[in-house]
């Protein structure tokens, strides 16, 4: 019998721990597809961040290493330096990346540090209970913002990616999401090509995917599929911001 769908080799057989309707389990397998598509997974290296994803050390099935809160491209920073020769990978929510991190992840990329980065945004601090995030819409409910986000109280969310395509040291960013198999397959394609910018040495290579939340949103699953859809894609719109690469799949 042919077969025609198993469960990647990038993924051990740990099961996730992600709320009922959480993409982070979709982000993972692509990640994990990819790695094992392009035969890296005997000399890759994931840095985990604090967050969702804190044990994504248990997930990939390739070496981890555990950062601090929004350290992680520091720490990828300082593995690929000493192993220049290994596949070099952060895994970062948008509470760990673009507030925690944020001088980390700017000054990573300013430096073109040759490492690939996964950042996971679905607009709340998911793991410590849906607190505003710099990526919360304008208007948005969460716990610290209970009637919505104000701009004039909490300032404007951040779009990460098109500030880091401004730096010189950017190889490949891109924006996508993962609500239906449509854009998941865009994703994976997105995902491949920031690792085939670390392997052509092009330099830091960010793709940031639109993720939902269902538990700190306050929605069921599908609601949250559709909540990215028409909310988060106006204001975060999908794309590719900067490409260096010579060549893509």
């Given amino acids: 019998m042919a077969v025609v769908f198993q469960k990647t080799k990038g993924l051990t057989d740990t099961p996730f721990h992600y709320c009922p309707g959480c993409t982070h389990g979709i982000i993972h397998r692509l990640v994990a597809e990819v ?10 290296i994931g840095v985990a961040p604090v967050g969702c994803a804190v044990f994504a050390y248990e997930y990939f099935n390739c070496d981890m290493q555990e950062a601090a809160h929004g350290r992680a491209p520091a720490v990828a920073t300082g593995i690929k330096r000493v192993h220049p020769d290994k596949i070099v990978f952060t895994y970062q929510g948008d509470g760990d990346l673009a507030a925690i991190g944020t001088a980390e992840i700017v000054h990573a990329a300013a ?18 209970g849906g607190q505003m ?3 919360t819409l304008i208007g948005q409910e969460t716990t610290t913002t209970p009637y919505g986000r104000k701009p004039e109280i909490n300032g404007y969310p951040i779009r990460v990616s098109e500030m880091l395509a401004t730096l010189e040291g950017t190889a490949y960013i891109e924006r996508v999401a993962v609500y239906d198999v449509k854009h998941v397959m865009q994703a994976k394609k997105a995902i491949k090509n920031a690792f085939l910018a670390q392997i052509q040495k092009k330099g830091f290579a960010m793709v940031e995917v639109l993720s939902s939340c269902p538990t700190n949103w306050g929605m069921t699953p ?11 894609e106006p204001y975060y719109p999908l794309g590719v911001y900067k490409n260096t690469l010579e060549e893509v799949k």
């Fill in 111 to 128: 430096r073109g540090e040759n490492i690939t980065v996964i950042f996971v945004n679905n607009a709340n601090y998911g793991m410590t």
């Fill in 133 to 135: 995030a710099p990526t």
């Fill in 35 to 44: 790695m094992e598509e392009l035969d890296v997974l005997d000399k890759a």
């Fill in 222 to 232: 599908i609601e949250a599929l559709n909540w990215i859809k028409d909310h988060m």
